[in-house]
Nanobody, 120 residues
């Protein structure tokens, strides 16, 4: 069974940085994608980036500020978040999909969320 563990959230001032980690285990797929999503209070879940064998995708809202990377030896995907803004405040989730996709409905496995709060 695929399991995902997200960590690294916290409280940071606007303009600051955070790095989230997503440790994945329990899969044997040769082709897969790890995506990061976020959900702010009262808003729908938003896909912000994903990484897979087909490449990397970023939402316009985070392009140029966030960087996704992977350490295959550790089965861990990182999300480096720079120049954080108050509107980045949300619960951040990582998810696993067996193909390259940015649609949350295509991700059958989800980790627990980690809270990111950006103060102004």
């Amino acid at each position: 069974e695929v399991q995902l563990q997200a960590s690294g959230g916290g409280l940071v001032q606007a303009g600051g940085s955070l790095r989230l980690s997503c440790a994945a285990s329990g899969f044997t797929f040769d082709d897969y994608t790890i995506g990061w999503f976020r959900q702010a209070p009262g808003k729908e879940r938003e896909g912000i980036t994903c990484i897979g064998s087909d490449g990397i995708w970023y939402a316009d809202s985070v392009k140029g500020r966030f960087t996704i990377s992977s350490d295959n030896a550790k089965n861990t995907v990182y999300l480096q978040m720079n120049s954080l803004k108050p509107e980045d405040t949300a619960v951040y989730y990582c998810a696993f999909a067996p193909s390259f996709t940015s649609r949350s409905s295509d991700y059958p496995y989800w980790g627990q969320g980690t809270q990111v709060t950006v103060s102004s």
